[in-house]
């Protein structure tokens, strides 16, 4: 049974740091064709890609964003890391972690649950 | 970066059917592969059509999903509505370097 389960800080200040962990079972990120996505979605908007690691531990960033993040895997604590750096309220927003089974480019096939983050001084 | 254009919203009886667009701002919607999601509130998404075409287990098959090259979109059809369908419903494909997901739209079964 595969699951992912996304965790952090619910509140974060404008200009911090954050940093969301996805922790998840019922695979391995050392299989080939492995992958863990970060993907958000503002309130009441649409959908956007982050960031992807793969089992190969290539890295793969959203254009509009590649200078802020960051993302990382512990293979042995089934955990991938992403952090975006100097947020801002306009970054509000709930934040999924998800699998690719097939390799960048295939689709997502599971999801975490999403955990909101607000940006607020 | 391209970009994937949706309708922002269709409504539809029960039963009737209703056709969903997702139109590229550049580069071949043939190139790369078209996914479907629909995501019902307070939900995370859920995949009901994938490689343009392809419907996953547990999936009716009253969704079907196809790709147009001359209007460089790919659609997502939902015939015999059901009001569970009511969601919203966001394409997504990729090049080389980004995932892209569609403007989102949301279906309503009146």
């Known amino acids: 049974q595969v699951t992912l389960r996304e965790s952090g800080p619910a509140l974060v200040k404008p200009t911090q740091t954050l940093t969301l962990t996805c922790t998840f079972s019922g695979f391995s990120l050392s299989t080939s064709g492995m992958c863990v996505s970060w993907i958000r979605q503002p309130p009441g908007k649409a959908l956007e890609w982050l960031a992807l690691i793969d089992w190969d531990d290539d890295k793969y960033y959203s254009t509009s964003l590649k200078t802020r993040l960051t993302i990382s895997k512990d293979t042995s604590k089934n955990q991938v890391v992403l952090t975006m750096t100097n947020m801002d309220p306009v970054d509000t927003a709930t934040y999924y972690c998800?699998?690719?089974?097939?390799?960048?480019?295939?689709?997502?096939?599971?999801w975490g649950q999403g955990t909101l983050v607000t940006v607020s001084s | 970066n391209f970009m994937l254009t949706q309708p922002h919203s269709v409504s539809e009886s029960p039963g009737k059917t209703v056709t969903i667009s997702c139109t590229r701002s550049?580069?071949?919607?043939?190139?790369?592969?078209v996914q479907w999601y629909q995501q019902r509130p307070g939900s995370a998404p859920t995949t009901v059509i994938y490689?343009?075409?392809?419907?996953p287990s547990g999936v009716p098959d009253r969704f079907s999903g196809s790709i147009d090259s001359s209007s460089n979109s790919a659609s997502l059809t939902i015939s015999g509505l059901k009001t569970e369908d009511e969601a919203d419903y966001y394409c997504?494909?990729?090049?080389?370097?980004?995932?892209?997901f569609g403007t989102g739209t949301k279906v309503t079964v009146l």
């Open positions: 550049s580069g071949s919607i043939a190139s790369n592969y």
């Open positions: 997504q494909s990729y090049d080389s370097s980004n995932y892209v």
């Open positions: 490689e343009d075409n392809q419907r």
């Open positions: 998800a699998r690719i089974q097939g390799g960048y480019g295939d689709p997502f096939d599971y």
